[in-house]
């Protein structure tokens, strides 16, 4: 959990001084709820040229699905679009050619494009002669010129690049002709770098006045009747700046923020009780191994080296528990990815544990095993070595005078079972079924709900309705029985929709699922329920095992009073029988 935790939520960008980052943003005070906005790129060109408190800031958007046309084979890929300062700005390095530049912006240069490493594996099989070849976007032509090294994964968490395009050379021939010059066209971000000794409440007072001018400048540049009509939205907007070291603002990062802070809370309860449990074993053993301390305390040992070895147990316990986190990170991390987000999630978070990972394992692991060995090694320091001895000689000579162990049960009563079991079985009454009179024909019929309830037990019913059928399917061609109705919610629908405005009427879910039925409930409620069974089922494993470390502990003090094992396990069979029973009846 808290890998998914430290890379969706805590990692910064892999740049150069991503502290130093900060995106140029906006919120309505109309749609509290919406991520931000966006400016023109009129807008973007006021902020570069006119600010003095950033030292760089480049502006980006998405390109969308590009069909990518390399050899004569053709493959979607997503694009970005970017101003040519985009790198420079971040500090990103570069795993083979050269990235964007300024001169990349010009009018007059010819389209550029930069693979993302995972793209450049993946489409070109890492081959370094892709440099300086052609690759047809859609229908337009760009030039490869470098590669941006592995760490790198975008701008924003959830959307990864394959392919970055110079945003001057490039933009008209993906978003249309005139969008660099369109000022009411609000659909690009902005991310710059503070200077040295610039806070953001100071980039945020100077760049107020700019912002202000980026409006104006666009409400000038909308037909009058439209300006109007949205003066009061955009009388609600408010210029805001905040930390973008972990990148952009993110969609994907806002959904899954309070999901994981709620998990990581479960996570942590359930080590805490999981390290209450271990304590509990770990006092039990301690408690049924107190003759063996005692007789250790007697002939010199110390207590600080009893000490250290509960300790370094405790500790072993704790590491291999770490190391199984370790190994499952990955996986359970893939897995909630997947149901929260899809593929998305998978391309845009790796799951391999790295040196933060590692070095909260170890600090979770380490004061893991502090705690676990602290019950026990208290007990240790109250433990008297004559007590110990006297307990040890009193058990010994109560096992000689016991006679030997018996086995769980006897004979008698094992031959009793399967008596008792026909007994119960020749004592089942028979049922007579009811003779069905059926005063109609049809081509289909329909029995809903019946009145007939047959009484008796579960395997009784079965025969009932078996014989029901049985009766009915030489004179039909096809007879079936089941308890619950196929449609959602129990419901029967007939009728026909031969035209749009009967369609209309349909359900809602059924004119969005196609009439799936059960596959449109699955498709609805499967996620829920699949994590509600992970709960339930981690909750159900949280009581068996304190329920059984109750059993062990009561097993301990009963064989250190001098308990047989025979007697022992017959106890505690019995006892789990019992809580099992209760808890099926519950």
Same mark, same amino acid.
């Given at each position: 959990m808290f890998t998914l935790i430290h890379r969706v939520l805590l990692k910064t960008l892999p740049v150069s001084e991503p502290e130093q980052l900060v995106e140029l943003g906006c919120v309505n005070t109309n749609e509290p709820?919406? #991520? $931000?906005?966006?400016?023109?790129?009129? $807008?973007? !060109? +006021?902020?570069?040229?006119?600010?003095?408190v950033l030292s760089g800031l480049f502006a980006f958007a998405p390109a969308g699905e590009l069909n990518a046309i390399y050899n004569g084979e053709a493959e979607l890929a997503t694009g970005l679009l970017a101003t040519g300062d985009m790198h420079n700005v971040l500090g990103v390095s570069t795993a083979l050619g050269r990235l964007l530049n300024p001169s990349d912006d010009a009018a007059s240069a010819p389209p550029v494009a930069v693979l993302s490493h995972s793209y450049w594996q993946r489409r070109f099989g890492g081959d370094a002669r892709v440099i300086g070849q052609i690759l047809r976007l859609n229908t337009s032509a760009v030039t490869i010129v470098g590669v941006t090294a592995a760490a790198f994964r975008g701008i924003t968490l959830g959307a990864s690049p394959d392919i970055t395009l110079a945003m001057g050379s490039s933009a008209e021939l993906f978003r249309g002709r005139g969008i660099l010059e369109n000022g009411g066209n609000w659909w690009l971000r902005i991310i710059g770098r503070r200077k040295d000794g610039i806070s953001i409440q100071e980039v945020q007072a100077s760049l107020e006045p700019i912002f202000q001018r980026t409006i104006e400048h666009s409400m000038s540049s909308l037909p009058a009747e439209f300006a109007s009509r949205i003066r009061g939205y955009v009388s609600g907007i408010r210029f805001r700046v905040q930390p973008a070291a972990a990148g952009g603002a993110s969609e994907f990062r806002r959904d *899954?923020? !309070? =999901? *994981? !802070? %709620? @998990? +990581?809370?479960?996570?942590?309860?359930?080590? @805490?009780?999981?390290?209450?449990? *271990?304590?509990? #074993?770990?006092?039990?053993?301690?408690?049924?191994?107190?003759c063996e301390f005692g007789v250790r305390l007697a002939i010199g040992a110390g207590r600080s080296r009893l000490a250290r070895q509960l300790l370094t147990e405790s500790l072993l316990l704790s590491a291999m528990g770490g190391a199984l986190g370790l190994m499952m990170a990955q996986w359970s991390g893939s897995v909630f990815l997947k149901m929260a987000s899809g593929e998305i999630g998978l391309r845009a978070v790796e799951l391999k544990p790295d040196v933060p990972v590692f070095l909260f394992t170890a600090t979770v692991a380490l004061l893991s095993g502090i705690l676990l060995g602290l019950g026990p090694i208290l007990h240790l320091t109250?433990? /008297?070595? &004559?007590?110990? @001895?006297?307990? +040890?000689? !009193?058990?010994?000579?109560?096992? &000689?005078?016991? =006679? &030997? /162990?018996? =086995?769980?049960?006897?004979?008698?009563?094992?031959s009793r079972w399967p008596g008792s079991a026909s007994g119960v079985l020749r004592r089942q009454p028979r049922r007579r079924v009811p003779d069905l009179y059926l005063p109609m024909q049809a081509s289909l019929l *329909?029995?809903?709900? =019946?009145?007939?309830?047959?009484? $008796?037990?579960? @395997?009784?019913?079965?025969y009932y309705w078996l014989e029901i059928m049985a009766r009915l399917r030489p004179g039909v061609t096809l007879a079936q029985a089941q308890a619950t109705l196929a449609l959602p919610f129990h419901q029967w629908l007939e009728g026909t929709a031969s035209n749009d405005e009967e369609r209309a009427n349909l359900p809602e879910l059924l004119l969005r699922e196609g009439a799936g039925g059960l596959d449109a409930l699955r498709r609805h409620f499967s996620k829920p329920l699949y994590v509600l069974m992970l709960l339930v089922g981690l909750i159900l494993a949280i009581a068996c095992a304190? %329920?059984?470390?109750?059993?062990?502990?009561?097993?301990?003090?009963?064989?250190?009073?001098?308990?047989?094992?025979?007697r022992l396990a017959a106890q505690f069979l019995t006892e789990s029988l019992v809580l099992a029973g209760l808890g099926f009846i519950a």
């Open positions: 709820d919406k #991520l $931000g906005c966006n400016t023109s790129y009129p $807008g973007f !060109r +006021m902020f570069r040229d006119e600010n003095e *899954l923020d !309070r =999901p *994981l !802070r %709620i @998990l +990581m809370a479960v996570v942590s309860f359930i080590l @805490l009780i999981a390290c209450a449990d *271990l304590a509990s #074993l770990l006092l039990s053993r301690t408690a049924a191994r107190r109250k433990a /008297d070595p &004559q007590a110990a @001895l006297r307990d +040890m000689v !009193r058990a010994a000579a109560e096992v &000689q005078k016991r =006679p &030997q /162990d018996r =086995p769980f049960g006897s004979t008698t009563s094992r *329909l029995v809903a709900n =019946p009145t007939i309830s047959p009484a $008796g037990k579960f @395997l009784e019913r079965n304190n %329920i059984a470390n109750l059993l062990l502990a009561r097993a301990a003090v009963r064989a250190a009073l001098g308990a047989g094992r025979g």
